[in-house]
């Protein structure tokens, strides 16, 4: 059997720093998906999905010609977030190459007027060697402002943790609030709370 070993379940650690995040703990049910192409819709996402047994999928928009779109995607069980990498990663879907990704950090304490570019630029800033996708869950009451948490992809699990010494208790903004960057590890509270804001 020649299946792609999930990423997340290769017990490799990198080295030892101020806070050791463990690969097999940095997501559990989530993945993220990246070039999807800008023509692709929810519900083809969706679709695609049906068979591994989805919670939500999150389609973030560039909202830009031929910019790919990404996806942060919650399945129900740890099982079926492998099978899905073990089957979509790679898969061509309306002529792009989607790839799935599993280092996933969740980031707390976000101003209320936070938003995926301004997120994404502060990374970029600061670790400008660094790659993220970012996904922010947000108020249906007002979509304008997020509820102060979302979650980030990287390439790697040394770059998650680079970015975790460096940038966690950080503030965007002078007067803004001290992010918080923590590997994602879910409770029943917040699955049902994130199912409700979908």
Request: aromatic fraction near 10%.
């Amino acid at each position: 059997d020649q299946r792609l070993i999930h990423p997340t379940y290769i017990r490799q650690r990198p080295q030892r720093r101020q806070i050791q995040l463990k690969k097999e703990e940095v997501n559990q049910k989530f993945l993220f998906i990246s070039n999807i192409n800008p023509q692709t819709s929810q519900q083809t996402l969706e679709l695609l999905l049906t068979p591994f047994y989805t919670i939500n999928a999150f389609l973030f928009k560039y909202g830009q010609f031929n910019k790919c779109n990404y996806s942060l995607v919650k399945f129900q069980t740890e099982e079926d977030a492998i099978n899905a990498f073990d089957h979509l990663d790679a898969k061509i879907v309306d002529q792009s190459i989607i790839h799935l990704h599993s280092v996933i950090l969740r980031v707390d304490n976000l101003d209320e007027d936070t938003n995926e570019v301004a997120l994404t630029n502060f990374f970029q800033t600061k670790l400008p060697n660094i790659n993220i996708k970012v996904i922010l869950i947000y108020n249906n009451m007002n979509p304008s402002k997020s509820i102060v948490f979302g979650f980030i992809n990287f390439d790697t699990i040394i770059d998650a943790q680079q970015a975790i010494n460096q940038l966690n208790n950080s503030r965007l903004r002078l007067n803004g609030n001290a992010i918080k960057l923590t590997q994602w590890q879910p409770k029943q509270q917040e699955q049902r709370q994130v199912i409700r804001l979908v």
